[in-house]
């Protein structure tokens, strides 16, 4: 039998309405008990698949904690996060209630080389909340990935955990709580991870922008900044700019809704790097909005002219950084009007490990869509994946070594930005057409209204990974469910009384 729960801070009525796209049905909804498993085993998803499920316990079942990064051995790069409330101060001169990570906000930049054994130890001086550490985009092992009540308990006030993992891929990453993150993460519990390659890179200026949405959600900012910011740097200098979208909640921009829309004006760049993952064979563009998707990441490269350049969020043209070689002058920052990027024809092919022909073991299918009903005692959309919530979303079961792919749809009236922890996915086709240009991978990818995605990923982590949409508001009303390899069992528990709220 499938268990219907209702999620913490659900209204307790007995009956709600749901209204459909052809009319009203009638639900009974229960309570939802104090605390329960995250693995709803009773109802998965094989994708076609055999079902090869081991239950927990039983012979040949894994348990997530023995899933850990390298026990022993000395670290290459150790790091103490210190998480405590703080008054935010915008440059605007706003101050907001918030927390941070070493006073810092955004909270330290972890800078490492590719191949590092790295060392974090989360310490909790928040004086109620539990937290943990998630590294957003890393492929960690799974015991690291930092999902309360999934992979770990919260870190209580006054305690801490030790993440210990070995980076493999290169690029711009972030970390973040996976605690209460709606709510934590707004606050200010975030920060920069970049792994640098092994081979140092040709002398660049690196520059890293975390844009950020603060407390009344009309704060959009880069870190703290939400006025115009002015840089000097020498023309003639390599520029690499990071631009990573922290935000959960829609910021302006022409119904596109949870995307940052970054704009570059007054020079040439390339996108080298999405998510990450280098573009093989950039070319030079200029003029276009860059949709980054909530939780995703641009790497833009250019070379300073002799003039201003100026990045700002289209839905802030007041803001943003203005970089010259004397810190004055002006530029007209894009507008919405300006062409967006398209990350499907940009680059150049190159090999791919699987493509739209591949012979996928298993094929998920998750429609996005929102029903209007009762949330937190008021009526109002709830999004939803294949009709369903948290924790009634079917888990996608995989076995070791398969290849996967999931088709996404969005058949709802808001961005979705779908977030796979513990994979690199590989866009395989946008509404029905296969990717022409460099191969995209990603780990957050943004849904468009109306638009269908493909992507691909191999089954080569196993763990219980989280796949959510990463407007962390949407996940907290439950739009998230969970990749499982069929092994692999979890003893965590999630629910008011746990102490454990992942979304
Ligand atoms: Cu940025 Cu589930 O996380
Ligand atoms: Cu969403």
Not at 122 to 141: E, M, Q, R, Y
Not at 165 to 183: E, K, L
Not at 241 to 248: G, P, Y
């Amino acid at each position: 039998p499938r268990r219907r729960l209702l999620r913490p801070g659900v209204s307790t009525v007995v009956v709600a309405a749901l209204v459909t796209g052809v009319g009203v049905v009638w639900s009974s909804a229960s309570v939802l008990p104090g605390s329960f498993s995250m693995m709803n085993t009773d109802d998965v998803d094989y994708g076609g698949g055999p079902a090869t499920m081991v239950m927990p316990g039983a012979p040949g079942s894994v348990d997530v904690t023995s899933l850990t990064g390298p026990l022993t051995g000395k670290p290459d790069d150790t790091f103490v996060l210190t998480a405590a409330k703080k008054q935010v101060t915008l440059s605007s001169g706003k101050v907001e209630e918030g927390a941070a990570f070493n006073n810092q906000i955004p909270g330290p930049q972890l800078t490492v080389h590719q191949g590092d054994l790295v060392q974090v130890t989360l310490v909790n001086k928040l004086p109620a909340d539990g937290l943990t550490l998630h590294w957003h985009g890393l492929n960690v092992p799974n015991a690291e990935d930092g999902v309360a009540g999934v992979t770990q308990n919260a870190v209580a006030p006054g305690h801490s955990f030790t993440y210990r993992f070995r980076v493999v891929q290169t690029g711009s990453y972030w970390y973040h709580t996976h605690n209460d993150p709606a709510s934590l993460v707004r606050a200010g519990l975030f920060g920069a991870f970049v792994v640098l390659p092994r081979m140092p890179i040709a002398q660049t200026t690196d520059i890293t922008e975390m844009a950020h949405t603060w407390q009344g959600g009309d704060d959009p900012a880069f870190g703290t900044s939400d006025t115009l910011r002015r840089n000097v740097i020498a023309s003639g200098t390599q520029v690499r700019l990071r631009l990573i979208n922290t935000d959960n909640n829609p910021v302006g921009g022409a119904g596109r809704a949870q995307a940052r829309n970054f704009g570059i004006a007054g020079t040439p760049y390339r996108v080298v790097a999405i998510d990450g993952n280098d573009i093989n064979q950039p070319t030079q563009i200029s003029g276009d909005r860059l949709l980054v998707a909530a939780g995703g990441r641009y790497d833009v490269t250019f070379t300073m002219p002799n003039s201003p350049v100026r990045l700002t969020d289209i839905s802030v043209p007041g803001g943003g950084e203005l970089f010259s070689p004397t810190g004055g002058g002006t530029v007209d920052p894009i507008t919405a009007k300006a062409p967006v990027f398209d990350p499907a024809r940009y680059g150049m092919p190159a090999p791919m490990p699987f493509t739209v022909d591949s012979n996928f073991n298993r094929r998920f299918t998750l429609v996005l869509d929102d029903h209007l009903g009762f949330y937190n005692g008021v009526w109002s959309q709830m999004p939803t994946i294949n009709g369903e919530s948290f924790p009634n979303i079917p888990m996608l079961v995989v076995h070791g070594g398969d290849l996967v792919e999931e088709t996404i749809i969005n058949r709802s009236h808001n961005n979705h930005p779908m977030h796979l922890h513990g994979h690199t996915a590989l866009v395989l086709s946008v509404n029905g057409k296969p990717t022409t240009g460099s191969p995209w991978y990603t780990d957050t990818l943004d849904i468009e209204p109306g638009q269908t995605y493909q992507i691909g990923f191999l089954a080569d982590n196993p763990g219980v990974w989280m796949d959510h949409c990463h407007n962390l508001d949407h996940s907290a009303a439950g739009m998230m469910t969970m990749l499982m390899y069929d092994n692999v069992s979890s003893p965590f528990l999630v629910g008011p009384n746990s102490g454990n709220t992942p979304d």
